[in-house]
């Protein structure tokens, strides 16, 4: 069976995209694993149940934790590029967390409806907020492996999540990048293939950023929270995980 040349071409142009360099240019693997064997060092589980099922890494909520589940690396970065992929196995949200020298930093949270790229809280009880760069409708299917990639040069981050994109620049990025890790609310979120790799800014990243969204001007609004999961009277900013 002949394929049409315009076809062809067509499917080639997507794929030459796809593997075009966005904000970063990567190099050298930090860490990589294929997350198909039972967690263990140097992972650090802070909270919830994170096992080997079907062969790749699972995450699951405790209730009795009162705190979505979490798993950490002790790596301290420069700036990189983290590549995985993921899949709701019943999860309300699930995010890839980088954290400050004190406190958090950024993250992707994901949602099967939505993907918001934000700098986070930075001081919790403080007056310090977060900022949401983009919050993009999605459809990620329960039962469907989805790829992420979390790039971080200087001071601007680049979340991606299958074909979501967004992007936003603060000055805290330019500080240490700490302790890498995977967060799960609710039961449960499948994690395979996990690759870190230092990075250099893209030259055409100015090029790259004037196709894609500007910072905080694709922000839906956030889903409600399901009900009984608020807590107290609401005076205290909620405590990121």
């Known amino acids: 069976m002949k394929v049409p040349a315009l076809l062809f071409l067509a499917l080639a142009s997507i794929a030459s995209a796809a593997d075009l360099p966005l904000l970063a240019i990567p190099g050298e ?19 919830g149940q994170w096992e080997l099922k079907d062969g790749v890494m699972r995450g699951s909520e405790l ?4 705190h979505g589940a979490v798993t950490r690396l002790p790596n301290k970065l420069n700036d990189f590029v983290i590549e995985y992929e993921f899949k709701f196995e019943g999860a309300r ?7 400050a020298v004190k406190d958090h930093m950024a993250r992707i949270n994901i949602t099967p409806k ?6 986070d809280d930075n001081d919790h009880e ?18 469907t492996w989805h790829k992420v990639r979390l790039e971080m040069v200087g001071d601007t981050m680049l979340g991606q999540v299958d074909d979501l994109t967004a992007w936003g620049s603060d000055a805290l990025f ?27 800014l893209n030259p055409e990243w100015d090029s790259v950023k004037a196709a894609l969204p500007k910072p ?20 205290k900013k ?3 995980e």
């Open 29 to 47: 693997v930090i860490y990589q694993s294929k997350l198909d064997t039972a967690p263990a060092a140097p992972w650090k589980a802070a909270k």
């Open 63 to 66: 209730e009795a934790d009162k």
């Open 93 to 99: 949200t699930t995010s890839l967390s980088i954290n």
């Open 114 to 119: 939505s993907v918001t790229v934000q700098r």
């Open 126 to 143: 403080g007056p310090d907020k977060a900022v949401v760069f983009a919050r993009l409708p999605a459809e990620l299917s329960p039962g």
């Open 174 to 200: 330019k500080t240490d990048k700490m302790n890498p890790g995977f967060t799960v609310a609710g039961q449960s979120v499948d994690f395979r293939n996990l690759t870190i790799r230092a990075a250099t």
């Open 216 to 235: 905080g001007e694709k922000v839906a609004p956030a889903a409600a929270p399901a009900k009984g999961n608020a807590k107290g009277k609401g005076k």
């Open 238 to 240: 909620k405590k990121a």
